[in-house]
């Protein structure tokens, strides 16, 4: 069995933030745009170093979006920063029409996405975002599950030609992707070879069904654990690979199960390879305030509910 | 000097073809189409400045928005007139597999449209991002936008008038389609507006009307005007009073026509007021 170190716990937002200071100085085409969260989403230092290539756009998200699509027909790449709520559900119709249908090359780059926001709450929480993006014709969707895997999503982006959804979070968590990993999008990363069950996890869930494999290992239960970052394009080939192999799913994410990541998993396998599935996942609910921890606690997307989800779905033989 | 004679004739083979465009599909919006031919008309044939080949960045040019996307059938004959696409291609108007979609898109290719608009409000906050792509890129050139006046509802248009004077988007210049219509009534009934001159006044913007906006002369002076005022740290209004579905008697000075096909008697008797000019399609 692999192990992986957590080498500091980082948040991802922080790889989002150092990744566009990066790009920021070997692409000049990046510019950057943010409604009035530049500190929360980490956006300072591109901002110090490019101020004409950074504009802060103020409360105003619609037009963020808008003025990031009309910055594309002058051939620069812009990246918009803002919570993951206001990023997708406030401005939908804006990325859908002047961004997606319009096939411009914005990266829409999302931070303290899900339950981990916390203390907030439920408004700004948002649980329902990836399901939101995905079905967008033409979007990217990804979603990184730690500090490295978000600074070298961030930069692998720049060198798309289309409109992306990126995905990060607001909390410290376990940093132990390579530093110099090369992001592919739309390939799925497989972090343990086991031959029992397939877990497939995205964001911060990753490092859970790490943590779950090995006490499954400890019971004699061996896990594929696949980090699946890209959720479209999905990685089909790379789980029915393992599914073929595994005959039972896990899939993990800081999501509803109604259009997240298992959703579609579930779409692949049912056309391709049925396999009995379960779902770590929030059940159709808005959050609430609380620690990060309470709040993945409380609603089961943590190791030790996966750990139940596997043992659950294996017993479906 | 600009032609007048060559312009006029343009408008009403302009008219032409809107209204047989939206006719053969019995759908589409003739009013506000009608309403805007003549701006149009001076716009890509008189005031801007315009590169031969179509490219998406445009840089070096003139670049135009139209926001309120489903006067789509006006924008489509001026650019096929303009030689954007051929004008055969307007018989495709909002057929299956066309180019020419009910509102203007660029997810099929059609040269001359550099976003898609339709879902109003969003036109202004592109307008805004264009301009300043300009600017990073050192390009003198202005972009012009159309707005309608009932689409100043949408709540975007004013996080983008705020944005544009708070941050000097002084190559910036967005003509709003003042004809007093939306498509259940007046504006004044559906949801009055108060005075535009003055919102946009106190939003830091310079403001100015055209009176006759369905006068070519008026036009190309007014938005010359308009020209000389760029460049000079505000972004540009220009409040067009037009006429909804001018140049057809009974489609004038009434909502009716804000998204009615004409049946073949109406037809005919629109055409005969607007005899052939340059040729159908």
Not at chain 2, 52 to 79: A, C, K, Q, R, W
Not at chain 2, 240 to 265: C, R, S
Request: with cysteine; charged share 20%; net charge negative.
């Amino acid at each position: 069995m692999k192990k992986y170190t957590d080498t500091g716990k980082k948040d991802t937002r922080s790889g989002f933030g150092d990744g566009l200071t990066e790009l920021g100085k070997k692409n000049k085409n990046v510019v950057a745009l943010c409604a009035d969260l530049t500190g929360s989403l980490k956006m300072d230092e591109f901002k110090e170093n490019h101020p004409e290539r950074f504009f802060q756009i103020g409360i105003a998200e619609a037009n963020m979006i808008g003025i990031a699509a009309g910055l594309t027909i002058g051939g620069k790449i812009p990246f918009t920063g803002t919570f993951a709520n206001f990023s997708t559900g406030r401005v939908y119709d804006q990325i859908r029409q002047s961004v997606a249908y319009s096939g411009k090359n914005v990266k829409i780059c999302a931070s303290h996405a899900g339950l981990t926001l916390g203390e907030d709450g439920a408004t700004h929480q948002i649980l329902e975002d990836i399901g939101l993006m995905k079905m967008l014709p033409g979007m990217t969707v990804i979603n990184t599950c730690d500090y490295n895997q978000t600074k070298a999503a961030t930069i692998a982006i720049a060198d798309y030609e289309g409109p992306v959804y990126l995905r990060f979070g607001r909390p410290k968590v376990a940093n132990f992707t390579p530093a110099d990993q090369n992001f592919q999008i739309g390939k799925a990363v497989q972090l343990q070879e086991g031959s029992d069950v397939t877990i497939i996890a995205t964001g911060h869930l990753v490092w859970e069904a790490l943590q779950a494999a090995e006490t499954l290992n400890e019971n004699g239960i061996t896990a594929d654990v696949i980090n699946i970052h890209t959720i479209k394009p999905l990685d089909d080939e790379a789980i029915l690979k393992s599914v073929k192999k595994t005959g039972y799913v896990v899939t993990a994410e800081e999501h509803n199960f109604l259009g997240g990541l298992g959703e579609s998993v579930a779409r692949l396998l049912s056309t391709k390879h049925p396999a009995p599935q379960e779902f770590i996942a929030t059940q159709d609910t808005f959050g609430e305030s609380g620690t990060p921890e309470q709040l993945m606690d409380k609603y089961g997307l943590n190791a030790s509910a996966i750990v139940r989800a596997v043992e659950k779905v294996i017993a479906r033989k | 000097m600009a032609d007048y004679k060559a312009l006029d004739d343009l408008v009403v083979q302009v008219r032409r073809d809107i209204l047989r465009q939206v006719h053969k599909v019995n759908s589409g919006h003739p009013g506000g189409s009608l309403g805007c031919t003549e701006y149009f008309v001076a716009l890509y044939n008189e005031l801007m400045e315009r590169n031969e080949n179509f490219t998406m960045d445009g840089i070096g040019e003139d670049l135009f928005f139209l926001s309120n996307g489903h006067i789509s059938p006006v924008f489509y004959s001026v650019l096929a007139r303009a030689g954007y696409f051929p004008v055969e291609e307007l018989n495709t108007f909002r057929l299956l597999n066309s180019r020419l979609q009910g509102h203007p898109t660029t997810h099929e290719g059609l040269p001359g449209i550099r976003i898609a608009s339709g879902s109003l409000g969003q036109g202004i906050s592109v307008s805004i991002g264009a301009a300043l792509a300009k600017k990073l890129n050192k390009d003198k050139h202005l972009i012009y936008t159309l707005c309608g006046d009932g689409e100043l509802q949408e709540g975007q248009n004013w996080e983008a008038i705020m944005y544009a004077a708070g941050n000097n988007v002084d190559n910036l210049i967005v003509t709003i389609d003042l004809n007093g219509q939306q498509i259940d009534g007046s504006t004044n009934n559906v949801l009055p507006m108060g005075n535009l001159k003055a919102k946009f006044e106190a939003f830091g913007w310079d403001v100015m009307d055209i009176e006759k906006g369905n006068d070519l002369k008026s036009i190309v002076d007014g938005m010359k005007k308009a020209k000389e005022k760029t460049g000079n740290g505000k972004p540009i209004c220009v409040l067009l009073h037009t006429v909804m579905g001018n140049g057809v008697d009974f489609m004038m000075y009434t909502h009716d026509w804000h998204g009615k096909a004409p049946n073949d008697e109406q037809l005919e008797n629109a055409l005969a007021q607007n005899p052939v000019t340059l040729g159908d399609y």
